[in-house]
């Protein structure tokens, strides 16, 4: 598994696209959805940060289903917004947010072959 | 030997920062200042989380709401390091805490004053700050003027400092190096 992460809109994707060279893949953009993934293909799941956001407002166990989705898909790209770098917001559930986000981010991070901080589209190999 | 780790929320600093103070302090006396004032029940479990966290460790808690440099009152002789959590929590109830707030510039010459004090006193010092600075988010003036005070102090406490480390995901990045490892 490999984990980008970085700020909103700074490339993150097209990063992932040019410099890995992926000849078959799937995004999932924001979904852990599974229907679209077919034998072969490298998983990329985009939005990270908003698949949380999404698991928690159902009320889901998104630390649970990330585990296991690692599990099932040992080469999938996980790339993410770093949602930690701000003022600690006032709304109790976005602040739940952030914290749980940056503690699976912190996981993910132990468990990747390979972490990659983007800015400018320009990619920091950290791990 | 002074130490800054800076990061965002659910970083991993703090479990970085007890990491790192462990092994730089060696055979010394550990003592954990903290800063945060405790309200509610989401401050008691964030305290109850970081307390596990340092659970037989061997530090000694000193609470520091304000005028930091008084941790050293608390302390007992000989060679000490301390771990000050965090710098967010110390500016906000300095300008905040009191009848009327205090302004950046004061809090800032404050706050430096009282590290450096402390440094003095310490054979390692390690402060955790926050990264406040990138929601892109103009808030209103008071909130505007805490950013600028966490700004200029970071940048200050950064110069003081024997080595920066920006934690990303738990993983320490390099910002100052430390003179001679």
Known sequence: MKLIIGGYAQGKLNYVLKHYELENYVLLDGTLSEAAIEAGNTVILHCFHLWVKDGLKRGANPEE??????????DCIIISDEVGNGIVPIDAFEREYRERTGRMLVELAEK?????????????KIK | MMTLIIGGSGSGKSAYAEEYITRRAGNRQKYYLATMQVYGEEGRKK??????????????????????EKAQTMMQDGEKAALLECMSNLVANEMFSRESPLHEEPVVEKIVQGVGELKESLAELVIVTNNV?????QYEDTTMEYIRAMGTLNERLAAMADEVIEVVVGIPLCVKVRNGG
């Open chain 1, 65 to 74: 289903e990330i585990r296991k989705f690692v599990k099932e898909y040992p």
């Open chain 1, 112 to 124: 990747a072959e390979e972490v990659v901080r983007v800015i400018c589209g320009m990619g920091q």
């Open chain 2, 47 to 68: 305290v109850e989380r970081h307390r596990q966290l340092r659970s037989g460790k061997g530090f000694m808690t000193i609470e520091q709401p304000v005028d930091i």
């Open chain 2, 133 to 137: 600075f990138e929601d892109g988010v």
